[in-house]
């Protein structure tokens, strides 16, 4: 099979445990792109957050954020865009949840938090999109895409996913990107959704397109194409999902840059 697009997640894939790209990885990409392969971005971030990658990189491709509840072209226009209802998001704005868990909510092109939280730290050291630090109640004709909540216990985040589910049956997709991070989305929307329209509009076949993906927020992405797979360093609950998908070496051995390697004979 000749591939024609590559789909990367980010944190945990393409960058490095400084969430960073290497040098190596870029020269890999760089390579696989001159071969007149496509290659696509689907991450968790907001579109705001991917500058860093995007300019490093030299893409001048379409990009997909917030879990595929957004779709921005090279130029930054808008292509596809979905929301959380408003009244939902008000309810999670409201809900109770336990010491430790922090509140975020992205906006089209905000990120609003409610108190400072350190260990956001190394993921924005690059970027120039910065949260806000507001009373989320106080927010007004609210567009959100996306709200998540960060937590170090996994367990309190796995009973709020719980209760969240309880709370709106059926309306929501929720996942975790990480095992600190729990996210909520539009129901139906994911990377796996985003990557279908995406392709559509460049007349490439599913079949023809790999991912590369560690989080459970890539699971319909990794379902959807014609060959995904998983990082070393992925979540066991992915693994368990695609028992049959092949795992590849971690982010922090540069696992995505050698598969591709091997895969485009670049060697």
Not at 42 to 48: I, L, N, Q, V, Y
Not at 120 to 141: A, H, M, R, W
Request: charged fraction near 30%; hydrophobic fraction near 35%.
């Amino acid at each position: 099979m000749k591939y024609k697009a590559i789909i990367s997640d980010l944190d945990g894939t393409l960058l490095n445990s400084e969430h960073e790209v290497s040098e190596y990885t870029k020269q890999v990409i760089e390579k696989v792109i001159n071969k007149g392969v496509k290659f696509f971005i689907a991450t968790g971030r907001h579109h705001e957050d991917i500058d860093f990658v995007r300019n490093g990189l030299n893409l001048d491709s379409i990009f997909i954020t917030s879990n595929g509840c957004r779709i921005h072209d090279k130029e930054k226009n808008k292509l596809i865009g979905h929301d959380i209802d408003e009244e939902i998001v008000r309810g999670l704005i409201n809900l109770d949840i336990e010491e430790g868990i922090h509140k975020n909510i992205y906006m089209e092109n905000e990120w609003y938090i409610e108190k400072e939280n350190d260990y956001l730290d190394d993921f924005v050291k690059d970027s120039p999109f910065l949260y806000q630090i507001t009373d989320l109640k106080t927010l007004e004709n609210i567009k959100s895409p996306k709200v998540f909540f960060l937590s170090l216990e996994h367990e309190k985040l796995v009973d709020l996913k719980e209760k969240i589910e309880k709370l709106y049956p059926g309306k929501l997709n929720i996942t975790f990107s990480l095992d600190t991070c729990l996210e909520v989305m539009p129901k139906g929307v994911s990377k796996g959704y985003a990557i279908k329209e995406v392709l559509k509009r460049h007349n490439i076949s599913l079949e023809e397109t790999i991912a590369f993906g560690d989080g459970l927020n890539d699971l319909e992405m990794l379902q959807t194409v014609g060959k995904g797979y998983i990082m070393g360093n992925a979540h066991d609950k992915l693994i368990k999902e695609l028992p049959n998908h092949e795992i590849i070496g971690p982010n922090t051995e540069e696992g995505l840059a050698k598969k591709l390697e091997e895969i485009f004979d670049l060697k």
